[in-house]
């Protein structure tokens, strides 16, 4: 009799301990009853009748989900390995456990292939350098597409573009030549701006004689100012000595 006591307890023991549940704040318990949704319950205690109701834990918080390199063809033809990570969490608790197996398995699925399908979309140069809108526009398709699992994607970031060694050295090439463009057209610009201002100069000197008479001398004062003995040729305009001409007319 005592033993059969002693069962007895020891079973309610068991079942007491199979219906009390506690769930943490940052955690919500999906409860089935004889397989059908009855609510979800939490945080704090939980109390469950044991083999009638089954719960199933979802965790609200933040998840990390990294993307494997996925090998990607751009729009211009460009063969790249791109891997990047997704910020997702559950905000509809009996949705991610009702209508989707396995919803970590399924949002990472979805992140692969809809990688590969964004980015097709884009040449080699917009990955390399509109990743924030590319990432925008991952995040609101990953978004869109799990939100009937109760999953909001918070973030989509590309981590890694991986080209090969000759795609590479392409870029070198084209980003040397770009910066040859670049200098070849700022020595131009110069070269018309300096024109411009010569061009105003000779009409300002064409205006005064007397101004381009006394840069003549300043330019033979500067050649003169060298420190070093040397003869120069220079030739004398007419403009100099004409005055002396004047007032000492020839003898006829």
Same mark, same amino acid.
């Given at each position: 009799?005592?033993?059969?006591?002693?069962?007895?307890?020891?079973?309610?023991?068991?079942?007491?301990?199979?219906?009390?549940?506690?769930?943490?704040?940052?955690?919500?318990?999906?409860?089935?009853?004889?397989?059908?949704?009855?609510?979800?319950?939490?945080?704090?205690?939980?109390?469950?009748?044991?083999?009638?109701?089954?719960? =199933?834990?979802?965790? #609200?918080? &933040? *998840?990390?989900?990294?993307?494997?390199?996925?090998?990607? %063809?751009?729009?211009? /033809? !460009?063969?790249?390995?791109?891997?990047?990570?997704?910020?997702?969490?559950?905000?509809?608790?009996?949705?991610?456990?009702?209508?989707?197996?396995?919803?970590?398995?399924?949002?990472?699925?979805?992140?692969?292939?809809?990688?590969?399908?964004?980015?097709?979309?884009?040449?080699?140069?917009?990955?390399?350098?509109?990743?924030?809108? =590319?990432?925008?526009? #991952?995040? &609101? *398709?990953?978004?869109?597409?799990?939100?009937?699992?109760? %999953?909001?994607?918070? /973030? !989509?970031?590309?981590?890694?573009?991986?080209?090969?060694?000759?795609?590479?050295?392409?870029?070198?090439?084209?980003?040397?030549?770009?910066?040859?463009?670049?200098?070849?057209?700022?020595?131009?610009?110069?070269?018309?701006?300096?024109?411009?201002?010569?061009?105003?100069?000779?009409?300002?000197?064409?205006?005064?004689?007397?101004?381009?008479?006394?840069?003549?001398?300043? *330019?033979?004062?500067?050649?003169?100012?060298?420190?070093?003995?040397?003869?120069?040729?220079?030739?004398?305009?007419?403009?100099?000595?004409?005055?002396?001409?004047?007032?000492?007319?020839?003898?006829?």
């Amino acid at each position: 009799m005592f033993g059969f006591v002693g069962v007895l307890i020891i079973l309610g023991i068991l079942l007491l301990f199979a219906a009390i549940k506690i769930l943490p704040e940052y955690q919500r318990g999906v409860v089935l009853t004889l397989g059908r949704y009855t609510g979800t319950k939490g945080p704090g205690l939980v109390l469950l009748i044991p083999v009638v109701q089954h719960m =199933i834990r979802v965790d #609200l918080r &933040v *998840t990390v989900l990294d993307v494997p390199p996925q090998d990607v %063809i751009s729009r211009d /033809n !460009v063969s790249v390995r791109v891997n990047a990570v997704v910020y997702f969490r559950v905000v509809d608790s009996d949705k991610s456990v009702l209508e989707v197996e396995n919803f970590l398995q399924a949002t990472s699925q979805l992140a692969q292939t809809r990688l590969r399908s964004v980015l097709g979309q884009h040449e080699l140069d917009e990955i390399l350098s509109q990743r924030e809108s =590319i990432n925008h526009t #991952l995040q &609101v *398709t990953l978004d869109e597409a799990t939100d009937p699992w109760g %999953i909001k994607v918070m /973030n !989509v970031e590309i981590k890694d573009v991986d080209l090969n060694e000759t795609m590479v050295r392409a870029i070198a090439r084209q980003a040397e030549a770009e910066r040859e463009r670049r200098a070849k057209v700022i020595h131009a610009e110069g070269e018309f701006q300096a024109a411009e201002k010569l061009r105003d100069a000779a009409g300002v000197l064409a205006q005064q004689p007397q101004a381009l008479q006394l840069r003549y001398l300043q *330019t033979l004062a500067d050649m003169s100012s060298g420190g070093k003995s040397s003869t120069v040729v220079f030739p004398l305009p007419l403009d100099l000595i004409r005055p002396l001409m004047e007032a000492f007319p020839s003898k006829q």
